[in-house]
């Protein structure tokens, strides 16, 4: 059975332009922190004077100084966006007013789901809601420029606007949080959805793309590997709620003290929005049953 193997070596050269592919500079913030790994990475892509940039980052001075000066000597003329959380889209404004470039993104931040009554979004302080782009992308959709053509892959799971960007001709998914090598991504009600994250891989795993180049940590060598790998990761972590749930635990509390009882403490709150987005997928499939909506403090029994 397939199983993921992260990759943890990652160098971020913080405030230096680092080509990983012929017209492709990687610039990774320093922002380190539990979710983010060794920072946010932006990329630069163009063989010409014209040049695109993927995900500008968080505020961030030093970050914002460093892809000025990556973009000597260049035209930027589009800002793309695979998703509106702060550490990935605050700076297109700023970039944006300095160099007229237009943002692209499928759309504005929103929900993979409405709230229940008396829900608050927990990732609420932590989207960029004020990210409106000028060109909403449709999937498949194009930007091209002298010298690169990016198509749009919707990639939904992480967030619902979440979206890849393939360069043509090249064999190359920039993946942004949807698929990273160093470990799996967050999928969190509401702003995430686990039935949208699986459906998203099965998608993948039909292309034939080369390397991944995410939004955190190194490259995806072999994709379809990879992704075979995350796809029986999360198999196996939906076996084990459904067996935590036939073994008598109704709270989510209960389930990632035992799932995740190797895990860093400070991820157990988002380990219990990930147990949820299984919850919610298995309770859709009538596998669980809930009381109400599920939720963190819902009571979850056997179908």
Known sequence: MDTPHFDLDFEPAYGEAVKV?????RITCNNPSPFTFAGTNSYLIGRGRDVALIDPGPENEAHFEALMRALKGRRLTHILVSHTHRDHSPLAARIKAET???TV???????????????????????????????????GAVVEGDGFTLSAIH???????????ALEDSGILFS???????????????????????????????????????????????????????????????????????????AIADMVATIYASTDVRLHGAAALSVLAHLEDLVARGQVICEGPPGLSSRYRPG
Do not use: Y
């Open 21 to 25: 592919a012929e017209g492709v500079w």
């Open 105 to 139: 993104a499928e759309g504005p931040h929103r929900a993979a789901r409405p709230l229940h009554a008396g829900e608050v979004n927990p990732f609420a302080e932590s989207s960029d809601t004020a990210f409106i782009p000028d060109l909403a992308l449709a999937d």
């Open 155 to 165: 990639t939904p799971g992480h967030t619902a606007n979440h979206t890849g960007f």
């Open 176 to 250: 942004a949080d949807h698929v990273m090598a160093f470990a799996t991504t967050v999928v969190a009600p509401p702003d995430g959805s686990m039935g949208d994250f699986m459906a998203s891989l099965e998608m993948l795993l039909g292309r034939q793309d080369r390397i991944f180049f995410p939004g955190h940590g190194g490259p995806v060598a072999d994709p379809p590997a990879f992704l075979r790998g995350l796809r029986t990761h999360r198999r196996m972590r939906e076996r084990a709620i459904l067996e935590r749930v036939k073994a008598g635990d109704t």
């Open 100 to 102: 007229g470039a237009i």
